[in-house]
């Protein structure tokens, strides 16, 4: 598992991960979709915190 997936599977509390799909690779971001147990989530790497605060709140508007 990428490091990046195992950081979030240790720090939030989303369940056993079941499987990982890799997505795509950009630039300068990573995109995977996560399933598990329970529910089934993306998770893209931004390298800048700015970036990702922005994404995360249109995500919030759409």
Known sequence: MPLELTAISSNYEIGVIRRIKFLTQGKSTKTWKIETENEAYIMKTLPIKESANF????????
Do not use: F, P
Request: charge should be neutral; avoid cysteine; hydrophobic fraction near 50%.
């Open 55 to 62: 994404a995360y709140n249109i995500s919030l508007h759409i």
